[in-house]
C-alpha cells in the first residue's frame, strides 16, 4: 500500500487573513478626491498609498525621483497593511489571498515596493517583497 505524503505544514496553515473593507475612503474616491486627500484623510488605507505608488512608478516620463517616491508610497502602505493584517489575526505568515478585495491594496504595495526596490539597485528587498508576495498567495507568483 502506498501512502501519500504532504510537505505542507503538520500543524496546518493558518486560516487566511482576511481585512476589512474600507467603505469611507472608497465613498470619498468614488465623489471624485485625489488619492493625496483620501491618503490624507485615511493614511492606514494600503490600497490608497498602493494608488499613489503606482502613478508614480508608471509615469510615461518617470525620473529616478519618481521611482523613489513610489517606493517610500509602497513602503508606507506596506507597513499600514502590516499593522491591519496583524490587528485581524495575522501572526506574520499565512494566506493573505488576492481574492479577497481589501486585501489588493497591501498585496499591491508589496508588488511595487518590490519593482521599485529593483529599479533602485536594492536586489535583495525586492527578492523579500517577491518572496512575500508567494508566501501571501501563491497564484502572485513571480
Same mark, same amino acid.
Given at each position: 500500500m502506498s501512502m501519500s505524503h504532504s510537505h505542507g505544514n503538520l500543524l496546518g496553515e493558518p486560516p487566511a487573513t482576511l481585512l476589512p473593507p474600507t467603505p469611507e475612503a472608497d465613498a470619498e474616491l468614488a465623489e471624485g478626491a485625489t488619492l493625496a486627500e483620501v491618503a490624507a484623510h485615511h493614511p492606514t488605507v494600503s490600497a490608497v498609498w498602493a494608488g499613489l505608488a503606482e502613478e508614480s512608478l508608471h509615469r510615461t516620463e518617470r525620473a529616478l525621483g519618481d521611482t523613489v517616491q513610489a517606493y517610500a508610497y509602497a513602503r508606507t502602505g506596506y507597513h499600514r497593511g502590516l499593522d491591519a493584517l496583524r490587528r485581524n489575526g495575522w501572526?506574520?505568515?499565512?494566506?493573505?489571498?488576492?481574492?479577497?478585495?481589501?486585501?489588493?491594496?497591501?498585496? =499591491? !504595495?508589496?508588488?511595487? $515596493?518590490?519593482?521599485?526596490?529593483? @529599479?533602485? +539597485?536594492?536586489?535583495?528587498?525586492?527578492? =523579500? !517583497?517577491?518572496?512575500? $508576495?508567494?508566501?501571501?498567495?501563491? @497564484?502572485? +507568483?513571480?
Amino acid at each position: 500500500m502506498s501512502m501519500s505524503h504532504s510537505h505542507g505544514n503538520l500543524l496546518g496553515e493558518p486560516p487566511a487573513t482576511l481585512l476589512p473593507p474600507t467603505p469611507e475612503a472608497d465613498a470619498e474616491l468614488a465623489e471624485g478626491a485625489t488619492l493625496a486627500e483620501v491618503a490624507a484623510h485615511h493614511p492606514t488605507v494600503s490600497a490608497v498609498w498602493a494608488g499613489l505608488a503606482e502613478e508614480s512608478l508608471h509615469r510615461t516620463e518617470r525620473a529616478l525621483g519618481d521611482t523613489v517616491q513610489a517606493y517610500a508610497y509602497a513602503r508606507t502602505g506596506y507597513h499600514r497593511g502590516l499593522d491591519a493584517l496583524r490587528r485581524n489575526g495575522w501572526k506574520g505568515y499565512g494566506p493573505v489571498p488576492w481574492s479577497h478585495e481589501p486585501n489588493r491594496g497591501f498585496l =499591491r !504595495c508589496v508588488t511595487v $515596493l518590490a519593482a521599485a526596490a529593483e @529599479a533602485i +539597485g536594492e536586489t535583495a528587498e525586492a527578492e =523579500r !517583497c517577491r518572496q512575500l $508576495l508567494r508566501d501571501c498567495d501563491p @497564484a502572485l +507568483g513571480a
